[in-house]
């Protein structure tokens, strides 16, 4: 059975930092791409960030490049988040997910519908 747990999510100011992790279990971590998406409320999933198999290549949304990190340890079948310089905007709901297929182009790894697991979320607040 596939598990998808994200922690660290929680209420900080805007211009704090958060460190989300999503430990994976049930899988064979290393073959699996990892994304981090985000819902607020009233609105659309959102793609944030996503990073391939080796931790190689990564993808940003235009809305957090310079600010978030996404960073894996294949080791400990961890996916990380390192979120600075946040924004009442970032608020939302941030779910983890895992993608098995390997695509030559990283824009597959921006659709969530694409994606084969998901974590249940961490909900992220930043106050003004």
């Known amino acids: 059975q596939v598990q998808l747990v994200e922690s660290g999510g929680g209420l900080v100011q805007a211009g704090g930092s958060l460190r989300l992790s999503c430990a994976a279990s049930?899988?064979?971590?290393?073959?699996?791409?990892m994304g981090w998406f985000r819902q607020a409320p009233g609105k659309e999933r959102e793609f944030v960030v996503a990073?391939?198999?080796?931790?190689?290549?990564?993808a940003y949304a235009d809305s957090v490049k310079g600010r978030f990190t996404i960073s894996r340890d294949n080791a400990k079948n961890t996916v990380y988040l390192q979120m600075n310089s946040l924004k009442p905007e970032d608020t939302a709901v941030y779910y983890c997910?895992?993608?098995?297929?390997?695509?030559?182009?990283?824009?597959?790894?921006?659709?969530?519908?694409?994606?084969?697991?998901w974590g249940q979320g961490t909900q992220v607040t930043v106050s003004s």
């Open positions: 990073i391939r198999r080796s931790g190689g290549s990564t």
């Open positions: 049930g899988l064979t971590f290393s073959t699996y791409a």
């Open positions: 997910a895992a993608e098995k297929k390997y695509y030559i182009s990283d824009y597959y790894y921006t659709r969530g519908q694409d994606y084969d697991y």
